[in-house]
């Protein structure tokens, strides 16, 4: 081989290298709880000059838990090829994805359809509890918070409609013993049916939330449907919010709790329950518009931040794409049905589960 050929051999190998090089890849884990917004956000951010999605674009992709991207975003990266991925493992799995700098299993590629996962770095998080409340409190993530989800309990579809309202204590005592009888919720002391508890798994924001605003401390029981048996079964683990919403919707009697993302695709929201006396909309729950005035004015207490967690030690790339995605969502909050941009809150906590208060 002469040395001409050399030459342009290791010119081309240069420029291939520096091509890969300018790819941007962006990877996200961390809470379920605005997947929805999320999903649009980065949708908008990519805009005309998205190329490719997995799975492709459809009225249930935004609730999907692993979805990749692939195109340009001029704004941020010029015409260099951005891929975001994102895995919704949980709130409190996101937080350790950094902290613990451990491995994700996002998609592979963006060829619809395409289910073959590769372990990956997370460089962002979305969570929906503060840090300090998980056990991995360091080092310290920066983090921004953006926006408000309200969390749901939620009746199976097979319990008495006479459950409607669950108040503080009924839940600690139910979490507590896993199952009680209908009329300890209904009134109705002709309902003796138990109603089971179904929990999330741990990872999950919304368990650390509602425990902690309900005051319930101690070591939950709780039930899972177990097909073979046809019967409830104890669950030491916790279920996701896809198997909750399964289980709602076919078995029972039982009790859970979902953000209202999740608790929609329960008899179309027909069975949220109140929480101490007060429901987190007003009207009939829809997957258009909500009012969610009690939330905004401290009447409902049972409600997550979203935020958005990096290490302090981000790239200038990851820092950019976290600045604009959490515009982009501020802009997704104001007309979205689940959840409630920050500027329109009349109240705030300073910890999860803290007492609410005006904002001053």
Not at 69 to 85: E, S
Not at 236 to 249: S, V
Request: glycine content about 6%; proline content about 5%; cysteine-free.
């Amino acid at each position: 081989m002469n040395i001409k050929k050399l030459a342009l051999l290791s010119a081309t190998g240069l420029l291939s290298l520096a091509a890969v090089r300018a790819q941007v890849e962006i990877n996200i884990s961390g809470a379920v709880a605005f997947r929805d917004t999320a999903y649009r956000a980065i949708r908008n951010l990519y805009g005309a000059n998205l190329v490719s999605q997995n799975p492709a674009d459809s009225p249930t992709a935004s609730s999907q838990l692993k979805v990749n991207w692939t195109g340009t975003i001029p704004a941020l990266f010029g015409n260099q090829a951005v891929t975001v991925r994102a895995f919704y493992n949980g709130a409190v799995a996101g937080i350790q994805d950094l902290t613990q700098d451990r491995s994700v299993l996002f998609l592979n590629t963006t060829t619809p359809g395409d289910t073959n996962t590769v372990a990956l770095k997370s460089d962002l998080a979305l969570s929906s509890v503060f840090q300090r409340s998980t056990v991995y409190t360091t080092p310290t993530l920066d983090d921004a918070r953006f926006g408000v989800t309200p969390i749901t309990l939620v009746r199976s579809t097979t319990a008495s409609s006479g459950i409607t309202n669950i108040n503080s204590q009924q839940f600690r005592t139910l979490a507590a013993n896993g199952s009680l009888p209908t009329w300890f919720f209904s009134g109705n002391t002709n309902e003796v049916n138990p109603v089971v508890f179904i929990n999330r798994d741990p990872t999950a924001g919304q368990r650390v939330v509602l425990f902690k605003d309900s005051g319930f401390n101690g070591s939950p029981i709780s039930y899972t449907w177990d097909i073979p048996s046809s019967s409830f079964v104890i669950d030491p683990t916790g279920r996701t919010a896809p198997q909750i919403q399964t289980q709602l919707n076919t078995a029972g009697p039982a009790i859970s709790f979902l953000v209202t993302l999740d608790a929609f695709g329960v008899n179309g929201g027909a069975n949220v329950l109140a929480y101490n006396g007060s429901l987190p909309f007003r009207g009939t729950f829809n997957n258009v518009a909500n009012d969610f005035t009690p939330v905004i004015n401290g009447q409902y207490s049972l409600w997550v931040y979203e935020h958005i967690f990096s290490r302090s030690t981000a790239s200038a790339n990851v820092r950019s794409f976290r600045d604009a995605l959490i515009r982009a969502i501020d802009t997704e909050l104001q007309i979205s049905a689940f959840s409630i941009p920050l500027s329109k809150m009349r109240v705030e906590r300073v910890a999860d589960g803290a007492p609410v208060a005006p904002v001053e």
